[in-house]
């Protein structure tokens, strides 16, 4: 569905057209008339960038997405005054407006982070990364316990890991980020038992750190970033020599001098 919803965005002057046209029953030449009009090549060009910015999730691509949809419901209601021909307009108008709102109500209700913290909407989170990263988690006053880490921000991270955890209990998690040796305290927020949507783990909030552990999983997070839009984009425009020359660039250890 969000897929569906992200390239009705991106194809907007594809998708929306033979909508106005089948709901409103907009003669042909008048809906090619409708496509040369500035209002509707406006509401189309931030349409395309709403389509983009959930595409990549973006923060502020929710507050976009609202703009758009409002923009979507006036260009609809100008439509239907001014050139459909349907025997019930306010019908076909409200129908319209019942798409935009099922869109606008499904994505608020639904995309969420993943993994950390997943009442949160993803427009409120920190950006995340996927990764898969062996660590250690330690209980209070017990054993270290092997765990992998499976996605990563500045504020927590997913852990996959078997044994229970209580909800609020306080551990403490090690590991290498890019062959820097890391270490934090969290929180368990969540916990999950197994889905197909998410293995079975624990959702951290990390706690306070220090200036140098902060810097090095800063540094980690940018380059977890960068391998994100290389694995996203870069396989489809560079050569393969290219790619694996610039995530082994992104690979590389981080420099000493960050903590």
């Excluded at 783990?201 to 810097?215: E, H, L, Q």
């Amino acid at each position: 569905m969000y897929v569906a919803l992200t390239l009705a965005y991106l194809l907007f002057p594809i998708t929306f057209l033979p909508v106005l046209a089948f709901l409103l029953d907009v003669p042909l030449p008048q809906v090619g008339r409708i496509a040369l009009q500035p209002a509707f090549l406006v509401v189309s060009f931030i349409a395309v960038i709403t389509g983009y910015a959930l595409h990549e999730m973006k923060r502020w691509g929710w507050y976009l997405l609202q703009l758009t949809q409002v923009l979507v419901v006036l260009l609809s209601g100008f439509v239907s005054y001014r050139h459909s021909q349907s025997h019930y307009p306010l019908i076909a108008f409200l129908v319209l407006v019942f798409m935009v709102w099922f869109a606008h109500n499904w994505i608020s209700r639904e995309v969420r982070v993943p993994y950390f913290m997943p009442q949160i909407p993803w427009w409120e989170s920190n950006p995340k990364f996927r990764t898969q990263i062996p660590a250690q988690v330690i209980r209070q006053g017990g054993r270290p316990l092997e765990a992998d880490i499976m996605d990563l921000s500045l504020a927590g991270c997913f852990i996959k890991c078997k044994p229970e955890f209580q909800e609020n209990e306080l551990i403490e998690i090690r590991c290498q980020l890019f062959e820097r040796d890391w270490k934090c305290r969290g929180v368990v927020v969540w916990n999950t038992f197994g889905a197909v949507t998410h293995p079975r783990g624990i959702g951290v909030k990390i706690g306070a750190m220090d200036r140098g552990t902060r810097r090095v999983l800063k540094a980690a997070t940018i380059k977890l970033s960068g391998i994100s839009k290389l694995n996203r984009t870069g396989r489809y425009w560079l050569s393969t020599e290219e790619y694996n020359n610039v995530l082994a660039k992104l690979r590389s250890p981080l420099p000493r001098g960050d903590a």
